[in-house]
């Protein structure tokens, strides 16, 4: 039972959750939950990647993006635009099986700078390229997504829930799975993982596909929520400030860190809003002073402190022998 209490809390959670359009809540309210369902869930991903396989990718900008166009793309051929989400994910994990081909063949900060050039990449392709005729809304292949005007916002809300919620079970069954051992085995020393009979390249492998599938959706359905989409945000650096901070500041390596750091990275983006000019600089000052400070975030610093805590309750000397110490008995 002390095992399922987690999830038996996050069932009651996301009922309360899925009730909230039901009991005429303000809108904005529904508008900050969908983000951070969105980020929630590309976040979880980006944790798998960086916190739990030791892939330090830096392109989640590029699944988010390329899951975007191609949902968007199918509201043009007229496909639902649920279908197209679905369609989002699957080609954000093509995507990443092609690119695997060359990126794993790069090690540590090499494989970082090689999958951050890959947004750079798509943005110039998609800059240039036409995929469908039509209007076009902002630079390069900027489209309205067609269909949403009869799509309330109560509909992709839930949609935003479902991901959220199918991210954070997803990494509570990793976790707690054999695949999330061998995680754990690479993550400590993946070397020694593999004298042990790891497949350390099939598991990162695989972490990489399944966390460009979940990104993927997650993308597709937030540009059905906007309702268009354009390259120079949907491959922006933005998607990786977002993920960065909200793994880092709550806990990378951490199941909940991500859910703390999303919560403030939410907010963020609306009080920042007003200072668009300057905000990646701000979320960069906050990203270095966080890891400076407490590089475990913020579970990982309380839950230091906890172990600090408990250590000296468990070296405290008993009442008795502290008197006997300060008031010796003489013979």
Do not use: H
Request: hydrophobic letters at 60%; one cysteine or more; proline letters at 4%.
């Amino acid at each position: 039972m002390g095992r399922f209490s987690p999830l038996i809390l996050l069932g009651a959670v996301t009922v309360g959750l899925a009730m909230l359009p039901m009991i005429d809540v303000p809108q904005t309210w529904l508008l900050y939950l969908f983000y951070f369902f969105v980020f929630l869930a590309a976040a979880n991903m980006w944790n798998l990647l960086a916190g739990f396989s030791g892939l330090l990718a830096l392109c989640p900008a590029a699944f988010i993006g390329l899951a975007g166009y191609a949902m968007t793309i199918l509201t043009w051929l007229g496909i639902p635009f649920y279908v197209g989400i679905l369609a989002g994910g699957v080609s954000a994990a093509l995507f990443a099986m092609l690119i695997s081909v060359s990126v794993f063949r790069m090690k540590g900060v090499y494989f970082a700078i090689g999958t951050l050039v890959v947004p750079a990449i798509l943005r110039l392709v998609f800059l240039r390229w036409r995929p469908v005729g039509g209007d076009l809304v902002g630079g390069g292949a900027g489209y309205m997504v067609k269909g949403m005007d009869s799509v309330s916002t109560e509909i992709t809300y839930w949609l935003g829930l479902a991901i959220g919620l199918a991210s954070v079970i997803l990494i509570w069954y990793i976790l707690r799975s054999k695949f999330g051992f061998g995680l754990a085995a690479i993550r400590n020393n993946d070397v020694s993982a593999a004298s042990l009979g790891v497949d350390v390249f099939r598991l990162k492998l695989s972490s990489f596909i399944i966390a460009a599938f979940v990104m993927g959706l997650a993308g597709a359905l937030f540009y059905a929520y906007q309702g268009y989409i354009e390259p120079n945000t949907a491959f922006n650096i933005n998607w990786l400030m977002i993920v960065l901070l909200a793994t880092v500041m709550g806990g990378i390596g951490l199941e909940w860190g991500p859910f703390i750091g999303t919560i403030i990275v939410v907010i963020l983006q609306f009080q920042l809003a007003r200072y668009a000019g300057i905000s990646l600089l701000i979320q960069g000052i906050m990203l270095v002073i966080i890891m400076l400070v407490a590089p475990q975030g913020i579970l990982g610093f309380i839950r230091d402190q906890r172990r600090v805590a408990g250590f000296c309750a468990r070296l405290r000397i008993p009442s008795e022998r502290v008197s006997f110490l300060s008031n010796p008995r003489k013979d």
